[in-house]
């Protein structure tokens, strides 16, 4: 039997010869015409893709001054020339793999008819694919049909139809390409494992040189490995990988390109390469390290979410250049790690660190107390803390910038204009009830919304005005102003506008919008579902800050109030190069006039006393010597399950956030800086960690380059009482 199939196998490779002769002599001889001429017609097709398509790229992700951060890729591929491969690894590839290279066309009809004879006779199973076709072969499984499973089968197929269209691609690029260019182009596409692709990028993982610089027993090392990368892997088995070089290396001296004393020589040497694991980068944002790899994180969301594919970005050989500034992002990383531990049990702080401007809004540090990475033990994490939408608990009463802007663009309050400060208030306009209704009040107090304030506020109730209120923060004067409006559909509207985009396009419990979900709260986004139904029970307390919400727009907001109501994303890309250094557009939402400038400038001007005596971050301010112009607002959420702190300068503004992340029972507990914790009931405020966090950073990275700014002046038309 086992000779009967050899006798099929004999053949089958003669009718291949005989085919291949027939198709490519003549258009149409009998059946051979018509299986050439169905080969035919993706000969071209595939030609042109090996041509066309390019083999998939490492993307280089940089900082703002261009030093490399991280590197993207699905292959590990350093592309050459063939004047960067030396002779050494030329003669170990051709000696074990195609030693008629140089002597044939494409086909090596001498090998195929050896090995059908060979295989037919039952002797050991030999090849007859010359580089030519290996290189045609491996383009198309490693770079014409990657991810394609039915494309790669067909690419490996045992037929002769397969056979066919190979051989005759290989013999039309022998018409197109110089040996040496077929050599090069081989060896940038073969595999050599752990995503490893490429000569050069072997010769770097492997052995940590390049190929110029590859050793005789390091060339034979490499040229084994291309007939079973993953069964000859040096690390896995040395063995296995010793005896494949050392077959190489008998096979460069038969070839007469070694002399057998150096053979034996080199086969006494140890395989030298680097311990442990192949010396090649990260393929993702791991490489960005523990600090910038939630910019990383951030820089590959923005680009897949401006309309770039995750594989082109893994594959396209893109320089990413970033807006990133290292030595900020280090400054907040440490003071967030300052305020919070990076291994206290379900505790997260970020900051969140933008650039103000008319054109753009350059975000220049995403930071976080825990490190990211992989290593849960270490309190590690890949979740974007600082940019993504997350149910934290909510921003707290930093929401009530947007009833402010939103009472000072109806008309309805100014920044100057009285407010009431009682310690309890009842609304007529919003339903619900609440925790804080006293215990006589009116009639339908168990109807209306009611809240309360978290402190005493008697001393500020006389005489107060909105700018007070935004400085000390009482919860019954915004709910107040909330009354004036009717609804929370104009703060909704201006938190979207002022930048809180994502946020509000996210449902009521911080993920995606999903139309086919049977709860409401699922199925609309946070501006349709506390907005135009803003008259619902309990939806008062928008105001109160308890959806949930991304650090880094709320940081964006500052930075829309400090730009004159001019919002911009908060882009974190300085530009983007191909493979060959062409710039790339990034589709970005245009900046806009977001707010009337003078609203804008009066509103800076409205909650710039949050750092002074009596303000909410004044402790803070006065811990780190604060003395600039700035704009500020503090935020506790219900319970004290989070607080937020959002800030800014001309130059600088930003978010800091603390948060239950993970579990735990309870709210935080601040005893102080390194003393944030999980407790029974919590005492954590706006104005303890997270605003320590924020002046501690901004302290640190303005005073090192950046001059006092002052706020803009405010324009009467927004600051004065009922009406405009």
Not at 117 to 144: C, E, F, P
Not at 536 to 551: C, H, M, Q, R, V
Not at 619 to 643: H, L
Request: hydrophobic share 35%.
């Amino acid at each position: 039997m086992r000779k009967a199939d050899g006798l099929f196998k004999l053949i089958g490779l003669c009718l291949l010869a005989g085919v291949l002769v027939a198709g490519m002599l003549f258009p149409v001889v009998g059946a051979a015409g018509v299986m050439s001429n169905q080969a035919s017609e993706t000969v071209e097709k595939t030609s042109s893709d090996l041509a066309d398509i390019p083999p998939p790229l490492v993307t280089t992700v940089t900082d703002s001054t261009g030093k490399p951060i991280a590197t993207l890729y699905d292959q590990y591929r350093l592309p050459i020339n063939e004047n960067q491969i030396n002779e050494a690894m030329k003669w170990a590839l051709v000696s074990v793999e195609d030693k008629r290279f140089y002597d044939h066309h494409g086909v090596d009809w001498q090998g195929t008819l050896r090995a059908a004879v060979s295989n037919s006779t039952g002797a050991d199973t030999q090849g007859a694919s010359t580089l030519t076709q290996q290189y045609v072969k491996n383009y198309l499984i490693n770079v014409v049909y990657r991810g394609d499973e039915v494309g790669q089968k067909k690419a490996q197929e045992a037929s002769i139809a397969r056979k066919l269209k190979e051989a005759r691609i290989a013999i039309q690029l022998e018409t197109k390409l110089s040996k040496q260019q077929i050599l090069a182009g081989y060896l940038n596409i073969v595999e050599f494992s752990r995503q490893i692709f490429g000569i050069g990028a072997a010769a770097h993982a492997y052995f940590n040189t390049t190929p110029e610089k590859l050793t005789v027993p390091q060339a034979a090392l490499l040229a084994g490995l291309v007939n079973n990368p993953v069964n000859n892997d040096p690390w896995k088995h040395a063995d296995k990988a010793t005896a494949r070089r050392n077959l190489v290396l008998d096979r460069m001296v038969e070839n007469k390109k070694l002399a057998k004393a150096d053979a034996d020589r080199f086969k006494g040497e140890p395989l030298g390469v680097v311990p442990d694991f192949p010396a090649k980068p990260p393929a993702n944002c791991i490489g960005a390290g523990t600090e910038a790899g939630f910019f990383c994180q951030y820089v590959e969301d923005y680009l897949i979410k401006s309309g770039m594919t995750k594989d082109q970005l893994y594959t396209g050989g893109y320089t990413i250049k970033t807006t990133l500034d290292e030595r900020a992002n280090h400054e907040a990383k440490v003071s967030a790690e300052a305020q919070v531990k990076k291994t206290q049990p379900y505790v997260a702080n970020t900051l969140s660190l933008v650039r103000p401007g008319k054109n753009r809004h350059e975000v220049v540090a995403l930071a976080a107390n825990r490190d990211y990475g992989q290593n849960q033990d270490a309190g590690q994490t890949t979740y974007a803390l600082p940019a993504g939408v997350y149910n934290t608990g909510g921003a707290g009463s930093t929401y009530k910038i947007f009833t402010t802007a939103a009472a000072m663009d109806k008309g309805v309050a100014g920044i100057f204009s009285p407010v009431q400060v009682p310690d309890t208030y009842v609304s007529h306009v919003f339903t619900g009830g609440g925790n804080s209704c006293p215990q006589t009040g009116p009639p339908l107090r168990s109807r209306w919304y009611c809240v309360g304030n978290a402190g005493d506020y008697s001393k500020i109730a006389e005489g107060a005005t909105v700018q007070t209120a935004l400085a000390t923060s009482p919860n019954t004067a915004f709910v107040e102003l909330e009354d004036r409006l009717g609804s929370t559909a104009p703060g909704i509207d201006m938190a979207r506008r002022l930048g809180m985009r994502d946020t509000m396009a996210s449902n009521a419990g911080g993920g995606a919008v999903d139309p086919k979900a049977e709860a409401e709260t699922k199925r609309l986004s946070q501006a349709e579902y506390y907005g135009p139904r803003g008259n619902n029970p309990g939806f008062g307390a928008f105001t109160l800050g308890f959806s949930p919400l991304s650090g880094l727009e709320l940081g964006n907001v500052a930075a829309t109030i400090l730009s004159g109501g001019v919002w911009c994303p908060p882009t974190p890309i300085a530009g983007v190069t191909d493979r060959n250094g062409a710039p790339v557009p990034v589709k970005e939402a245009p900046c806009e006039q977001a707010v009337p400038e003078g609203l804008a400038n009066t509103l800076a001007v409205g909650m710039s006393k949050d750092d002074q005596p009596g303000g909410t971050s004044a402790t803070a301010a006065g811990g780190v010597g604060w003395d600039r112009p700035m704009i500020g607002k503090t935020g506790t959420t219900q319970g004290n399950v989070s607080a937020t702190f959002v800030g800014g300068t001309p130059q600088l503004a930003g978010a800091a956030m603390t948060f239950k992340f993970g579990g735990g029972q309870g709210g935080i507990c601040d005893a102080g800086p390194g003393n944030v914790r999980v407790c029974g009931s919590g005492n954590i405020f706006g104005g303890k960690s997270p605003a320590r966090t924020w002046f501690g950073a901004m302290k640190n990275i303005l005073d090192a380059s950046q001059p006092r700014m002052e706020l803009p002046q405010p324009d009467p038309k927004y600051t004065g009482g009922g009406g405009r």
